[in-house]
């Protein structure tokens, strides 16, 4: 299993980002995408989970504290997981990782760093 965030970077509050994971090394369009996130300094926080089409239809959930700036989506074509980013806060600077579940093991990638800032 390989996960690989990217699209992270320096922001304004109120700007916008899309982070990108690429998926490989299991069947990606059968099971949930998470986004999870570390801001400095503190624990893992869980931001968005889109389900696969055959478990939950492929529908989203979200973090109270994203829910209506963020939108998470999937390109099974392209094993491809999505986060856009929109009206961000200086509360959103953290580390991003994409991660999933498979055969019994919790995967997360490297990350991605998005720094939100004047």
């Known amino acids: 299993v390989q996960l690989v965030e990217s699209g992270g970077g320096l922001v304004q509050p109120g700007g916008s980002l899309r982070l990108s994971c690429a998926a490989s090394?299991?069947?990606?369009?059968?099971?949930?995408m998470r986004w999870v996130r570390q801001a400095p300094g503190k624990g893992l926080e869980w931001v968005s989970t889109i389900f696969s089409m055959i478990i939950g239809g492929g529908s989203p959930r979200y973090a109270d504290s994203v829910k209506g700036r963020f939108t998470i989506s999937r390109d099974n074509a392209k094993n491809t997981v999505y986060l856009q980013m929109n009206n961000l806060r200086a509360e959103d600077t953290a580390v991003y990782y994409c991660e999933v579940s498979w055969s019994g093991r919790t995967y997360r990638g490297k990350g991605t760093l998005v720094t939100v800032s004047s």
């Open positions: 090394g299991f069947a990606f369009s059968t099971v949930g």
